[in-house]
């Protein structure tokens, strides 16, 4: 029985989401590739989070690659939306993930 991962799947729709708000309101299309590959890249390792707990691969390199780009940005800008909440997010993403490997391989 697999158990599925709520968690990385929800954080992958607010990454696509996130993108999606910044070409609605800025009309960046940057952001709205961004959140588009991350996003996928996130909901992928997600999906192989679900089957194997221990194959964190994809959704490690997607968070920590973004809590690294977004968190240059918070630290360049100051402004806590959207680039201070995303690396927030994902570094939290990391713990998580960092967390559930050494949970699994513990026991």
């Known amino acids: ?8 799947f929800g954080y ?3 990454i696509a989401f996130g993108g ?4 609605k309101r800025k009309g960046s299309v940057m952001s709205l590739m ?5 996003g996928a890249l996130s909901a992928y390792g997600a999906f192989n989070i679900s089957f194997n707990q221990k194959d964190i691969k ?16 918070y630290k360049s800008s100051g402004k806590f939306m959207p680039a201070g909440l995303m690396a ?10 960092l967390l559930l490997l050494m949970m699994s391989i513990g026991g």
């Not at 029985?1 to 990385?8: K, T, V």
């Not at 961004?34 to 991350?38: C, D, E, I, S, T």
């Open 12 to 14: 992958a729709a607010a």
């Open 58 to 73: 994809i959704s490690l390199l997607a968070s920590g690659l973004l809590s690294l780009v977004m968190g240059m940005r």
């Open 88 to 97: 927030g997010l994902s570094l939290l993403m990391v713990f998580r993930l």
């Open 1 to 8: 029985m697999m158990a599925i991962d709520w968690i990385g």
């Open 20 to 23: 999606f708000m910044g070409y």
């Open 34 to 38: 961004a959140g588009l590959v991350f």
